[in-house]
């Protein structure tokens, strides 16, 4: 088992393209990565840093009606506010179609995996008011940025993002003997849920090597971490716990709390042995299986650990190994992958998404053809359930309600998206590569309407498969 370009456009990108040539070797995929990163430039994303204008307005919006609260100018003060939080609503919605078309016409397809999978690892997303609006804009600016890099570079980046802070509740997190706490009293209190999540989920792993304590240690270690709209990130003295925190055996910080002491903690777990093979774990089932071969894992764990976490170089273990060139797919896509490989497959032109001026309708087509069909098919935009992210597991996605909303996606969707669908007997391999199932074939030259042919290809479980 060796490289096939066809394969990893499939199992480490998008699908197959009818106008973009895959890459042709493993370096050639590395050298794609560590380049110039074209497709957000093509389509860009607006960075956190600049939402936070967004919120700015919004926060200089409730303040004046506060102050005017019962007169005349409280009323358009109100509205301009609903205003504001409609326009960031529309833009997450415009954002949604520069991910699809990022993916859809990327020369670079790993890196969008790649994006995927850390956008998921690090699982944030606003709650309310225009933040709830502002996932894009911190997978832009906290994880694009990393992915080549250390991890440990990515953990601290996301971590003290103003997007988790705000996700996990930490930005009121409060020393229980801190000067806030003294001035606030009983209304002030420690949060522990991004410790916990960072411990658990993001670097040690469910059954890492850490208890309760170390829960505990590094939420005291982590207060004073907030953050404003106008500011960004911030460390406030005054939430902090007063003393030095141990975790895992180690101690930050003292009497003169910095954020270099929280720095120097998520370097610390990024580095940790257990990191490594959680991390490595991950990779490998989100690219080969539920259950990929343990030497790959052990392999991705020893370079993750020898290069001192460098993310380049893991990704290097990954494609090297023989089982990351098996040719039988196993994964599932999900819903948001599915849709992309059929929009690569379908070659949409990427002109489609600006060709709506106006925002309000815009808005109702994007919802319509994408954000709707996503909901029913199990995966609403920038919505899961938990921290956790997106499940893994193929049986969380191939339920009889999420395979019907992709055939109907399938059967109505490239009608609406192209003015003219290609021929099915040519369009099969296309989208499935020279090794279509003689099945799918069989049913693409059948088809009764190019409508019908087109459906069955992107419904047949093996455009499914990744």
């Not at 790649?114 to 699982?123: E, N, P, Q, R, Y």
């Not at 601290?156 to 020393?175: C, K, N, R, W």
């Not at 040519?426 to 088809?447: C, E, I, N, R, Y």
Request: net charge negative; hydrophobic share 40%.
């Amino acid at each position: 088992m060796g490289f096939d370009p066809h394969l990893a456009e499939i199992r480490f990108g998008s699908g197959l393209s009818p106008v973009i040539e895959p890459a042709q070797s493993v370096a050639h995929m590395l050298d794609l990565l560590q380049g110039p990163d074209r497709a957000a430039d093509r389509f860009p994303i607006e960075p956190f840093s600049e939402f936070r204008a967004r919120m700015m307005r919004a926060q200089d919006y409730m303040k004046l009606r506060r102050e005017m609260r019962g007169s005349p100018e409280a009323k358009q003060v109100k509205k301009a506010l609903q205003v504001e939080k409609k326009v960031a609503r529309q833009a997450q919605k415009r954002w949604l179609a520069m991910q699809l078309m990022r993916r859809s016409w990327t020369e670079d397809a790993l890196r969008e995996r790649l994006m995927g999978f850390w956008a998921d690892h690090f699982t944030a997303q606003g709650k309310a008011g225009v933040l709830k609006h502002g996932g894009a804009p911190y997978v832009e600016e906290s994880i694009r940025p990393h992915l080549t890099g250390s991890f440990a570079d990515l953990l601290i980046a996301v971590t003290t993002s103003p997007v988790m802070l705000h996700y996990l509740d930490q930005e009121f997190s409060v020393g229980p003997n801190s000067e806030k706490a003294e001035r606030r009293g009983s209304k002030a209190g420690l949060n522990e849920n991004l410790a916990r999540e960072v411990l658990e989920l993001h670097t040690l792993g469910v059954d890492g090597p850490y208890d309760q304590t170390d829960v505990r240690q590094l939420a005291e270690l982590f207060t004073g971490l907030t953050f404003s709209a106008r500011n960004g990130t911030v460390f406030r003295k005054d939430f902090t716990e007063p003393g030095a925190e141990t975790v895992m055996g180690v101690s930050y910080g003292g009497d003169n709390p910095r954020l270099a002491d929280v720095h120097a903690a998520l370097h610390d777990l990024a580095h940790h042995p257990a990191t490594a093979r959680h991390i490595a774990g991950k990779l490998a089932v989100h690219f080969l299986s539920d259950a990929p071969d343990p030497a790959l894992i052990d392999q991705l764990e020893a370079r993750f650990r020898e290069t001192d976490g460098d993310l380049l170089q893991v990704y290097t273990a990954l494609l090297e190994h023989p089982s990351a060139w098996q040719p039988a797919l196993q994964n599932v896509k999900l819903p948001l992958e599915f849709m992309v490989s059929a929009l690569r497959a379908l070659a949409v032109p990427p002109e489609l998404i600006g060709a709506i001026s106006d925002p309000d309708q815009q808005e109702k087509w994007l919802t319509r053809m994408f954000v709707a069909p996503l909901r029913v098919m199990g995966q609403p935009w920038e919505s899961p359930l938990g921290p956790d992210g997106w499940p893994e597991e193929d049986s969380a996605w191939m339920t009889p309600q999420g395979l019907a909303a992709r055939i109907s996606w399938a059967l109505i969707a490239p009608g609406k998206l192209l003015p003219e669908l290609p021929d099915p007997r040519s369009f099969v391999t296309v989208a499935l590569g020279l090794d279509a199932p003689d099945a799918v074939q069989f049913a693409a030259k059948a088809a009764e309407s190019r409508h019908e042919g087109i459906a069955l290809i992107l419904s047949a479980p093996a455009f499914q498969r990744k």
